[in-house]
């Protein structure tokens, strides 16, 4: 059985022997629409892959950038107004997004921009899990995550601009880590 007809019903194994690079472009080349959810000892993440583009279904680990640390990244709000609004979070358990819509300073464009952001990195993440085994379930509609705020955001699935960027900030890491 071929990787293509195995992702055409489904498929299981493991990262370290297939990589997250190649996993990614089977599917995509399968034209399919699934899920996949990739495990590594406590941590967990599942995509929703289909022709249209990727989601960002579930995330057990933290957030690698927080949605206030973009903000502030973008100039959109000040730390002081960040610390403000995460002390307003923790009192009301508002999603910091609709905090900041409020400021008045942040257009929904730009909190949208940033939740791009923010999926975008965790699905580079994923290439640095050498380690991890992985599920995919044709699923030709992804499963509803109304608490997700990152699950309306679709990526563009260019399997091969994903990989060549993953590929560029691994480069880029590592001249990081020698200096």
């Not at 959810?37 to 995330?59: A, D, F, W, Y």
Request: glycine share 6%.
């Amino acid at each position: 059985e071929t990787i293509r007809e195995a992702a055409m019903a489904g498929l299981r194994g493991d990262v370290s022997i297939l990589g997250f690079a190649d996993l990614l472009q089977h599917l995509s080349s399968a034209q399919k629409s699934g899920s996949l959810l990739l495990t590594r000892s406590q941590n967990s993440k599942t995509i929703h892959i289909s022709p249209e583009g990727m989601r960002l279904v579930h995330s057990s680990d933290r957030r690698i950038t927080s949605l206030g640390e973009i903000l502030i990244r973008t100039t959109k709000i000040t730390r002081q107004e960040l610390d403000v609004l995460l002390e307003q979070q923790k009192r009301t358990g508002t999603r910091l997004g609709e905090l900041v819509a409020r400021l008045g300073k942040v257009s929904k464009q730009d909190i949208q921009s940033a939740l791009r952001e923010q999926v975008q990195e965790e699905i580079y993440d994923l290439f640095t899990w050498n380690e991890a085994e992985f599920e995919f379930e044709v699923e030709p509609t992804p499963p509803s995550s109304p608490d997700n705020p990152m699950f309306d955001i679709l990526l563009d699935a260019n399997p091969r601009s994903i990989v060549l960027e993953a590929s560029r900030r691994a480069d880029e890491m590592q001249m990081v880590m020698k200096v």
